[in-house]
């Protein structure tokens, strides 16, 4: 990251006994410093120089906005404080310690924005930004959405009594007037905003979204200090970072934490909600139709990032959210919205948009029941996940798997509460398993038939090539040696449950 001579001017004097002179522009325009070792007499525009004052030339070449850390003073450092910006170590000072130091300032800049690059790729997220921001400023500094709610802050609770907030996290009346006797409402300024609030200064950047429209404001709570230059611009660095937060995800702010889309994702990661989503969420219940999506890589191979994966889901379907969880993108669309456009099957167009997405990404999906009531979530999101992770066992290479196709699966696999298939087989199953081990004559296929034509002798012989005479001799011999009564609705059930769990459990080891 880029710095200026304020900011460096601000980490110097903590340490060493310094002043700053000369020119200079508030822009981030300096990398590192250069070692000056009497090698040049050209001090190039942009650039950062560190020289003990005995080295520097007598008639140098000075460009604009180039800066000096120099230690030591004499008559020849007259000439440069009048043609650039000049840091200037008046005490004693160690050439290499000072360098070190300056690097170590570059370094813990770099890693603020760093964190603040990784946390914009991965999912934005407001509040994090705010905190990160906290050490760098040595300062309380929170973010105002448009309505003046405080919904993010560097420290728990606002120790400001100037800037004192409502239970539900707005400014309270006495703020608010203050603050607007002061702010003017300046919405349209771009640059950083000194602010004198009855004695506690402020500084203040306002925050835009991608089409220019004021979104809220970042404030640094000064409290009993007093405006540094180089604050201003490094306010306006972090304004910068959180409108493309806003930008990625205008619900970050547009609603804050009391987002639709942040409620569902508290919901399926079973978090606590703020009063402002639990208000959010039982207003909305039963208002809209939506299915749960999971969403899944194809191949481990896949190189497209999940944010970005999220944004285009949400482009593709309006007022659908996504977001990422647990290796998968969680996705909530909105049906009623597919209706109104006029599809009288909703799933028609649904199928269309989403297969063209998963296979241009290299996605699959588990969709759940169609569901309004959103206090039952989690319950949905469990149905896709289940849809996802049985439809790739059983029907790998499709892309869309639906819950209602395979409900009966799930519902048979954990009815085995991880035994065998073996353990729930009926009195006498294992005689019928011997028999066809012996024989060319399949009992078990025969009952499987019968069992699958609803107990209609007619209709399983024909589709078993017999006759109807053999067959009602073959039926005999089976609930003889199950000692089942097949009229006994408990039993043919069991048995049927049975006969399921071993095609699911021969289709997995296969796998």
Known sequence: MKLNADILYNELKAVYKAEIVGPRSRELHLPRPEFYM??????????????????????????????????????????????????????????????????????????????????????????????????????????????????????TQLTDSNWAVTDGGFLSSGTMSKYLSVSDLMTDRRNAIRLDIHGNKALCVNLFNKNDQYEGCVVISLQDGEFVDGEDRLAEHLAECLQLAIAKDPQIINGAEASMKRVLRSLVQELPLSQSQRLLLTGSNRQTAYRCICLRYT??????????????????????????????????????????????DPRIPFNQKLGELLRSMG???????????????????????????????????????????????????????????????????????????????????TLKTFLDENLSYTAAARKLYIHRSTLIDRIARIERDLGIDFSDPDKRLQLEMVLKAMDIEAVLSSK
């Open 38 to 155: 009497d090698t040049d007499e050209l001090f190039l525009s942009d650039h950062l120089y560190l020289a003990t004052v005995e080295h520097l030339p007598k008639r140098p070449r000075i460009q604009k906005d180039s800066v000096l850390v120099c230690i030591g003073e004499n008559l020849t450092l007259n000439y440069y404080k009048d043609k650039m910006c000049v840091i200037l170590i008046r005490n004693r000072a160690d050439f290499f310690k000072v360098y070190q130091f300056v690097q170590s300032v570059y370094d813990k800049y770099d890693e603020w924005d760093d964190r603040m690059l990784r946390g914009l790729i991965e999912e934005p997220n407001i509040q994090g930004i705010v905190r990160d921001a906290g050490p760098i400023f040595r300062k309380a500094v929170y973010v105002l959405d448009k309505s003046f709610r405080v919904i993010a802050g560097s420290v």
């Open 299 to 344: 191949s481990s191979y896949n190189q497209l990032p999940m944010a970005y994966i999220c944004d285009i889901f949400e482009d593709t379907f309006a007022d659908s959210y996504a977001f990422v969880h647990d290796n998968d993108i969680v996705a909530f669309v909105n049906f009623d919205t597919l209706r109104a456009a006029g599809a009288s």
């Open 363 to 445: 996605l699959c999906a588990g969709i759940s029941n169609e569901f309004s009531d959103l206090f039952n979530v989690k319950v949905y999101y469990q149905q896709s996940l289940s849809a996802v992770e049985n439809g790739l066992l059983l029907a790998a290479g499709e892309q869309l798997y639906y819950f209602e196709s395979y409900a009966l699966t799930e519902m048979i696999i954990n009815s085995l509460g991880g035994l065998p298939v073996e353990t729930y087989y009926p009195s006498g199953f294992a005689t019928l398993l011997s028999h066809d081990q012996e024989s060319d004559i399949s009992y078990l296929e």
